[in-house]
């Protein structure tokens, strides 16, 4: 199994600021995934964070507004730039098992924007 | 249409009783995944599936292929299972192999 921290938990911005999230891995993963959960939606893919290459982002989604760096296999920051209210989410941190097919997701990094 | 259809939306239960819910999806798939999430907002996996029956403690998970459908049943319902319930599919996109989630079963267990 794999252990994902993610931080911070929680922050409230305002508008026009931005946050970034940092998640850890406790041991070398391939592919990270950055995912969105509206309130009352289900989880959308941002973006799978490669190691050495620029991020794979999915429709509808770029990255001057979701910026991602991956410096390690354990590591990877995703940046919510120039925030809104839309931007207000549980934004989760994912992987999937080297070995299995079993997904793995970080607690989450509930934004509030004011 | 959403790819992955939940059913129901919320649930209430009491203490004790049996819970269903249900998953349709509509795209090939190479896996199934039943998830929770806790009002907190992190996310466990419960099961992955891409035939018959698995069981862990109270839980059970069953597909269905050939009709596109799961369900996760709960036995001995207790207030520790409440969470939201979410299923997802791995299908295969455009060559690569995603996830795709259904909106939640919020799931309420009172004492």
């Known amino acids: 199994s794999a252990v994902i921290s993610q931080k911070p938990s929680r922050d409230i911005c305002q508008r026009g600021t931005s946050l970034t999230i940092q998640c850890q891995v406790d041991?070398?993963?391939?592919?990270m995934f950055w995912y969105r959960q509206q309130p009352g939606q289900s989880l959308t893919l941002i973006a799978t964070a490669n190691q050495g290459s620029e991020a794979t982002y999915e429709s509808g989604f770029v990255i001057d507004k979701f910026p991602i760096s991956r410096p390690n296999l354990t590591f990877s920051t995703l940046t919510v730039s120039n925030l809104s209210p839309e931007d207000s989410s549980i934004y989760l941190c994912s992987l999937k098992g080297l070995h299995t097919d079993t997904q793995y997701f970080g607690p989450g990094t509930r934004l509030t924007v004011l | 249409k959403n790819e992955v259809e939940q059913s129901p939306q919320n649930l209430t239960a009491q203490e004790g009783e049996f819970i269903t819910i249900n998953c349709s999806y509509s795209v090939g798939i190479s896996a199934l995944h039943w998830l929770q999430q806790h009002p907190g907002g992190g996310i466990v996996s419960l099961f992955m599936?891409?035939?018959g029956k698995k069981k862990h403690g109270r839980l059970i998970a069953t597909i269905n292929i050939q009709e596109k459908h799961s369900s996760l049943h709960i036995t001995a319902s207790h207030p520790r299972d409440s969470a939201v319930y979410i299923c997802?599919?791995?299908?295969?996109?455009?060559?690569?192999?995603?996830?795709?989630f259904g909106k939640g079963t919020k799931l309420t267990v009172n004492p």
């Open positions: 599936l891409s035939s």
């Open positions: 997802a599919v791995r299908s295969p996109q455009g060559g690569s192999e995603k996830l795709v």
């Open positions: 041991s070398q993963v391939t592919m």
